[in-house]
């Protein structure tokens, strides 16, 4: 089944839902924007966690994605997936920023997540054009289907984005 798409301006680490997603570097220790707030607001469980899978396997590559639990939050799981930094390269960055999609989402059903928050990944620090960015995030939602994840909450922060979406999403109907 196509997943419901919903999209609301809020900061991801107030949202109640089975997963949120972190835009996260390849370290999984933190950083600014939407990790460094979900890892403070989340508190030490999720960085204890994130610690854990670095001992495991190494870094997060590009395009990856891993789970801890949600600490503090009002979400269960946290799902830190690391976004490509923009250097122009449009066609290796939507293949990357493509499969942070399909990789969180694929790791959100094997955890049986029925709804699922996605921030704007890449467009802040790491300066991915933000149209193109929605359009990546856009195709690959409505592109994957389940059986288990039923709603994508795309949460924007900033009213740009917010904007972009709102028009992409209508253009779809
Ligand atoms: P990246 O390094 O992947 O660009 P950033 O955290 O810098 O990650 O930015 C990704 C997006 O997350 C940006 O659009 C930014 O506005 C947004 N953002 C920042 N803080 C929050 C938050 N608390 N909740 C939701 N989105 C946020």
């Not at 997943?3 to 390849?26: G, H, M, Q």
């Not at 799902?79 to 290796?92: A, F, L, M």
């Not at 909450?153 to 979406?165: A, K, L």
Request: proline share 3%; charged share 30%.
């Amino acid at each position: 089944m196509k997943l419901d798409i919903e999209l609301i301006k809020a900061d991801i680490t107030k949202i109640k839902a089975d997963a949120i997603v972190n835009a996260a570097n390849p370290s999984l220790l933190g950083g600014g924007g939407v990790d460094g707030a979900i890892h403070r607001a989340g508190g030490k469980q999720i960085l204890e966690e994130c610690i854990e899978i670095r001992n495991r396997q190494g870094k997060c590559k590009t395009g990856e994605a891993v789970i801890t639990s949600a600490g503090n939050l009002p979400a269960k799981y946290v799902i830190h997936t690391v976004g490509p930094v923009w250097n122009g390269d449009e066609k290796k960055g939507s293949e990357l920023l493509a499969n942070c999609y399909k990789n969180s989402l694929k790791l959100a059903e094997s955890m049986n997540v029925k709804i699922i928050a996605i921030p704007n990944i890449s467009t802040g620090i790491y300066r991915f054009p933000k149209e193109l960015a929605a359009e990546i995030a856009v195709r690959e939602v409505g592109n994957f289907q389940s059986k288990i994840v039923e709603k994508v909450i795309f949460v924007c922060f900033d009213e740009e984005n917010e904007e972009i979406y709102k028009r992409r999403l209508k253009e779809r109907q």
